[in-house]
């Protein structure tokens, strides 16, 4: 097994790794723009607060619920007019209603949990972007089918290539397995160190792709940070190692497949009588 096939193993896995790691970025960025997306719920002046947030954090699909009382519905508007915040005290009397700040686990959730909410008695109002919702569940679901299509490519290319790198070497030595099957040596025999051959070739491959890829996402996330500081790129260690290490095991089992599938044909017509 020679360098040159470890580094096109290494390349192809490298690619693999970069597109699982373009999909989680891109999924974590749709996430981000989820957990932002919130339903405001005013209540009525003789509402209690504390009791519509307890009925509310027990409906489905809500992941969170703010209590924001009237002072500090006041001191965010305050906070807003910056300069202008002065002529708030012209109003007097507090006119601002008491408010739940509801976030959900999913845009498509919005529209039902908004549906539940104004069932509630308590609740005068209800704003939410339903617009930006819907479109965002689009997007999501566009993005959810387009990672599945990206990675299936990208692995079945991988297959592909590593098949013709497993056949190229099976060919190479086709007159000594030829002589093999004739004096009597079995398929399993016979097959056995294409299979683990095809084995560490995906495993180190994966292993240096993971290596070379983990550098340079690392190095790298600093300059993307400032190229684009509004996304919130993935940066957890953990998450990383946790994603080479299934890269790595995708590696040596996608090649082992490959092995399999390209040694048997050959076999199957070398074993077959004279």
């Keep these: 097994m020679s360098l040159l096939t470890i580094f096109t ?33 005013y209540l009525k002046p003789e509402a209690n607060l504390e009791k519509v947030a307890a009925s509310v954090r027990g409906m489905r ?8 009382t009237k002072e500090t519905a006041l001191e965010r508007l305050r906070a807003r007019l910056g300069n202008q915040a002065d002529a708030v005290m012209l109003l007097g009397e507090n006119p601002l209603p008491a408010s739940l700040e509801i976030h959900v686990a999913k845009a498509s959730q919005v529209a039902e949990v908004a549906g539940r909410l104004a069932s509630v008695a308590e609740i ?35 297959g592909v290539v590593l098949f013709n790198t497993i056949r190229i070497s099976v060919y190479s030595r086709a007159q000594e397995i030829d002589v ?49 500081p509004f996304i919130n790129f993935i940066e957890s260690k953990r998450l990383l190692a946790n994603l080479f290490i299934m890269l790595i095991c995708c590696g040596a089992v996608v090649s082992l497949i490959a092995s399999l599938i390209a040694v048997e044909k050959f076999i199957r017509k070398a074993s077959k009588p004279l």
């Design 61 to 68: 699909g809500i992941e969170s619920v703010t209590m924001i």
């Design 124 to 158: 005068e109002d209800i704003v939410y972007a339903g617009h930006v919702a819907e479109k965002l569940t689009r997007l999501s679901s566009f993005v959810e089918k387009l990672s599945i299509i990206m990675l299936a490519v990208a692995l079945a290319a991988s």
């Design 180 to 228: 093999m099957m004739k004096v009597g040596a079995t398929s399993t025999y016979v097959a056995f160190p294409f299979v683990i051959q095809g084995f560490i070739l995906g495993f180190f491959g994966a292993l240096a792709a993971s290596t070379a890829l983990g550098y340079a996402y690392l190095s790298a996330l600093d300059r993307l940070r400032d190229m684009l």
């Design 9 to 41: 193993a290494m390349a192809v896995f490298f690619v693999v790794g970069a597109t699982m790691l373009f999909i989680l970025n891109i999924r974590s960025v749709i996430g981000n723009m989820e957990n932002q997306l919130s339903i405001q719920a």
